[in-house]
């Protein structure tokens, strides 16, 4: 997907972040660009390319963060229970190779395999994704808000934390099914048979991996709906979606918004604070949320 095609899919899905306070201001972001008031006082805009190459791949994007500092938080995560999870650079990054390990030791993944993502908004969705991408699989996200599921693509495993209720056209892939308490440690109740308890087994695998093979440059990387990326477009789309250098974004998008949400934040050196319902927050509690975890941009585009 080329970049007039990226800022069509953004526009559509009404993609917007703002910075946020302090000063009482908020501006609209505009991706890959940040605004300059006058030294005259003027408050006519200047616009300046802030854009650092992307990195190569997944591997190099956690190179880059473990470089830059460990131990900052990248990932937050609010859960529906009041839970609050926190990750480094350094657990992300466990968190990624364990699940990586897990896709190709347990799963048989390799790059040309395709993996659907039926998750919500949650840090492990993120470590999942993560970790499709460090493989080189196919990430493909089922989400009922962008159509029907896609019937056209033979599907290896299915990620999932409704067992029971399959998207349409996974039925035969290989099941993996995922506990969404924040620290579960196994599934809850009667694991499907053959299915594969994510919880469980992630704990068990290695803490570094390292890639049989690399994808293709123009073999699918990410696909939502109707909408296809290419690895060759994946961090170089990051990139572009992202704020400032160092961005803290705080969001509520679930997966189908996983480039300008999760990947975006990482690419620039960031962080992402992923709230369950920020949408359902009062203007008190967002304000709340901000300040105490020193947000400097909110993305105010649909919660998919």
Known sequence: MG?????????????????????????NRRRAQTYETHASGSNTPTLIDVTPQAPADIAGLFSSLLATDPGRPRVTWYGPQGERVEFSAK????WVAKTSNLLVQELDCEPGSTVGIALPVHWRTVSWLLACWAVGVHAVVFDENLGPARTDLAFDVLV????????QGSTEAALVVVALPSLATRWTGDVPPGAIDAAAEIRLQPDAFTPYAAPTPGSPAL?????TVAY???????RTAAGDPGTRLLSG????????????PLVAGGSVVLHHDLTGLDPAQLEH??????????DLGPSL
Do not use: H, K, M
Request: hydrophobic letters at 40%; glycine letters at 8%.
């Open 232 to 238: 060759a477009d994946l961090l170089v789309q990051a």
């Open 160 to 167: 999932t934390d409704r067992p029971s209720t399959p998207p």
């Open 253 to 264: 998008a679930g997966p189908s918004r996983s480039i300008e949400a999760y990947l975006a």
């Open 3 to 27: 970049g007039s095609v990226l800022v069509r899919w953004l526009t559509a899905l009404n993609f917007r972040w703002v910075r946020s306070p302090p000063a009482g201001n908020r501006v």
């Open 223 to 227: 696909t939502t709906g109707e909408l």
């Open 91 to 94: 657990t992300l990054g466990n």
């Open 289 to 298: 949320l901000i300040e105490q975890e020193q947000v400097t941009a909110t």
